[in-house]
């Protein structure tokens, strides 16, 4: 049995993760809680986990419009920031806690947990090549400026969870156990309809000229025989998007009950998005939202796994709807992803997680 604390902020697609791993735990007689920015709170209560807030972050909010500076800025001080650390330790000296598990975007709480003496997992919900690559490059200069050295951050744990498939990710950092997808929910194969669905969602996070590619996106699929399904998630008003007449518009929908019958995903490359509807065997076209996230690296990796296509955000909606008519025709691209799906199906990388993590619990010293 383990009692875990998780330490995470609101980063987008990193929290199914750090949920689906808290599931795990409970289900097996442990204990999970959260520490996090005030705007995770609902998601995490209603998961059936307790929340404690940040100081000091109350207001953070990883949807609201920034410029590519004012984000960059804004990430490398809230991710350096010791705050997390420092709440983490109280936490751990207040109840029980066997192992504490960092969100590897909080290089601050990795460095301070660390040093503290605590017993601490970080959680890697993207390739931790990127990971490791993005902290020795320019936004690892500002974290730096923010007095943390993310490198040194990223390497101290003596376990690391990457929830993601080796051959996706094949520079790890050290200590690195590649678990896997984490499943969200129970994924199954897909069947899709006659005609066809294709899901749209371009990430929860803002990004610089999102909503353009997504009017573009819907504008170049408007003339297919298909059944178009926007999700803009809190980032975009969907009355702001003008809709086509094979479109729908929604703020939210459960991925999860619209894969079973989609026959492709068009996305931003966020591993979360990603690793959901390959686990339903879904096929992917990706258009990367920003240059300096691990989007470009997703739409890689499902490129070159021959599952999906990627292609620029800047794309036309010509441009688009080529690409979508590809997939949707490409016989080759949907078996590969189907079996890749069957093989993510085989066991929730959320359990080999938990596996290592009892080991790691039970190691002595």
Request: hydrophobic share 45%.
């Amino acid at each position: 049995m383990t009692d875990a604390l998780f330490v995470t902020v609101d980063g987008g697609g990193n929290l199914p993760p750090a949920l689906a791993l808290a599931y795990r735990i409970v289900e097996r007689g442990g204990t999970a809680r959260f520490i996090g920015n005030e705007i995770q709170r609902a998601r995490i209560e209603t998961a059936g986990f307790t929340f404690q807030p940040i100081d000091g972050w109350f207001g953070y909010d990883a949807s609201a419009r920034r410029s590519t500076w004012q984000g960059v800025t804004t990430q490398a001080k809230l991710f350096a920031d010791r705050i997390f650390a420092r709440t983490a330790i109280e936490s751990a000296a207040a109840q029980p806690t066997d192992v504490v598990v960092i969100d590897t975007l909080l290089y601050g709480a990795l460095e301070g947990a660390v040093k503290a003496g605590l017993p601490v997992v970080q959680l890697v919900h993207m390739f931790s090549g990127f990971a490791l690559r993005n902290a020795k490059g320019s936004f690892g200069l500002f974290v730096r400026m923010n007095g943390v050295d993310p490198v040194r951050a990223l390497t101290a744990p003596k376990l690391t969870l990457v929830a993601t498939r080796p051959e996706f990710d094949r520079t790890a950092m050290p200590h690195a156990r590649h678990t896997g997808f984490f499943w969200q929910g129970s994924p199954v194969e897909a069947k899709p309809r006659e005609t066809p669905r294709i899901l749209v969602s371009y990430s929860t996070t803002a990004f610089p000229g999102q909503p353009e590619v997504l009017q573009r996106t819907v504008d170049g699929l408007g003339s297919l025989d298909a059944e178009v399904i926007v999700t803009t998630g809190p980032s975009i008003d969907p009355d702001s998007i003008r809709p086509a007449a094979n479109t729908t518009i929604h703020s939210f929908l459960d991925h999860g009950k619209l894969l079973p019958e989609t026959s492709l995903v068009i996305g931003h490359g966020g591993h979360s998005t990603a690793s959901r509807a390959l686990a339903y065997g879904v096929p992917m076209l990706v258009l990367p939202m920003h240059p300096l996230m691990d989007q470009p690296l997703v739409g890689k990796a499902i490129a070159e796994q021959g599952v999906g296509l990627t292609i620029p955000k800047r794309s036309t909606a010509t441009a688009i709807r080529e690409a979508t008519v590809r997939l949707l025709g490409d016989e080759r691209i949907r078996a590969t992803a189907g079996e890749l799906g069957a093989s993510i199906r085989e066991r929730d990388g959320a359990a080999v997680a938990v596996d290592a993590l009892e080991t790691f619990v039970g190691a002595p010293g």
